[in-house]
């Protein structure tokens, strides 16, 4: 049976795992080494060239999750993504950017891209009408990043493989969101996936790295150029990322299950002003969200009504932890306001409706019932403290 026609669960587990032939262990060996032979070997091995047997073996698994020919295995999702960048971008080049990404990414290419005379216009709006107006002559690249976070907006991927097709543009997406589990851009036609593996892969909030998927030949561009900016990751992070990853599947659907109940149970809360969950029927991209996501990721955000302060709010909360990071097992909030649009000015922040009563709440693994009992205590709290009545 060939891995291209095994389950998720299957590849998660077994996909790019290394035989132990020595011993015949369970689970893929570790090799540390940073130093081959060069003599009778087919490839020369280097753990800065990303080819080292754990480093080509979890490549392995995220190819196939992604339904992709090749990965690669990065330091970061930052690393994955400015290595991707800059093997598709030179000076005089010019790349459309969807309106709502990633800080990291955002600060990427608004501080180093300049300084490489790479030119870049960021989108008004979701709609095809807004990418094909930035779209130039020397535009190399769109990249996008769907659900968009805080407010879990949808791209239409179709919408941007047709622009991308017609005009010979590489099309590339931040993919993190939703992980593999919930959506596989190379469905659409997307060419790059690119991933903050410190998140769903990850998943238990002690791991930094990064991913990729793309085709043999878009994989191979990105290597050459990876080799010499060296961002790739130790094999012992590797190892527990392999770790990490068997069980992503099991995780992510337990997280969209979750975020799914509580996204409804939010919804009819006196105290919740609006909730953004694109697997509400009254989220604004709820079919376009139908038709490309296999389910709708642990990810939501809500805002609080005005009398509410979103601080006094989060303090009162016991189980679900402030914490700045997302998707790992155990429920964490946080005020966008305050950490990842915090240098926006409040007028740029209100343009894409960030209002300050905002919080973006990744939902773990934990049961329902106490995630629930924990929100519903600190509404109380608050709504006491507030003189608020229920
Ligand atoms: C965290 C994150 C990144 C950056 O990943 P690092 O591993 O922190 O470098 C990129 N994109 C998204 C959507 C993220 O959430």
Redesign the pocket.
């Known amino acids: 049976m060939k891995s291209n026609e095994f389950g998720m669960n299957t590849v998660c587990t077994h996909t790019g795992g290394i035989e132990d032939e020595q011993f015949k262990g369970a689970v893929s060996p570790i090799y540390t080494s940073s130093s081959y032979a060069y003599e009778d070997v087919d490839i020369k091995r280097y753990p800065r060239y990303f080819n080292t047997p754990n480093q080509e073996a979890l490549a392995k698994k995220v190819a196939a999750l992604e339904k992709c020919e090749a990965g690669l295995i990065f330091g970061?999702?930052?690393?994955?993504?400015s290595h991707t960048l800059l093997a598709f971008l030179k000076t005089g080049d010019h790349m459309v950017v969807q309106k709502t990404?990633?800080g990291?990414?955002f600060n990427f290419m608004v501080e180093e891209l300049p300084k490489l005379g790479i030119e870049f216009d960021f989108t008004d709006g979701f709609s095809e009408e807004d990418f094909l107006s930035k779209v130039k002559p020397n535009t190399k690249i769109i990249y996008v990043?769907t659900p968009s976070?805080p407010l879990m907006l949808i791209t239409d991927l179709e919408m941007i493989t047709r622009i991308c097709k017609e005009r010979g543009i590489t099309s590339i997406i931040?993919n993190?969101?939703a992980s593999p589990v919930n959506q596989n851009p190379a469905d659409f036609g997307i060419d790059i996936m690119?991933h903050?593996?410190?998140?769903y892969m990850g998943g238990h909030s002690d791991i930094?790295?990064?991913a990729v998927a793309a085709s043999q030949e878009h994989i191979d561009r990105i290597w050459n150029l990876a080799k010499n900016f060296g961002g790739s990751l130790s094999d012992y992070t590797v190892w527990l990322l392999e770790r990490s990853m068997k069980t992503m599947v099991v995780r992510v659907k337990a997280q969209n299950r979750n975020a799914k109940k509580l996204a409804k149970w939010l919804d009819k809360h006196p105290l919740v002003h609006k909730v953004y969950y694109p697997g509400l029927k009254n989220h604004p991209d709820h079919d376009i969200a139908k038709r490309q996501m296999r389910g709708f990721t642990g990810m939501l955000s809500f805002e609080l009504i005005d009398s509410i302060d979103p601080d006094a709010f989060m303090s009162s909360l016991k189980l679900i932890k402030q914490s700045m990071?997302?998707?790992g097992v155990e429920s964490s909030i946080l005020s966008p306001v305050k950490t990842s649009h915090a240098l926006l000015t409040p007028e740029e922040r209100q343009r894409q409706g960030i209002a300050d009563g905002l919080l973006r709440f990744s939902v773990g693994i934990e049961d329902k019932k106490d995630l629930i009992s924990d929100l519903e205590q600190a509404f109380e709290t608050v709504a006491k403290k507030q003189l608020v009545t229920l």
């Open positions: 970061s999702g930052m690393a994955a993504i990404i990633y990291g990414a990043e976070n931040d993190t969101f690119v903050s593996a410190t998140k930094c790295a990064g990071s997302l998707a």
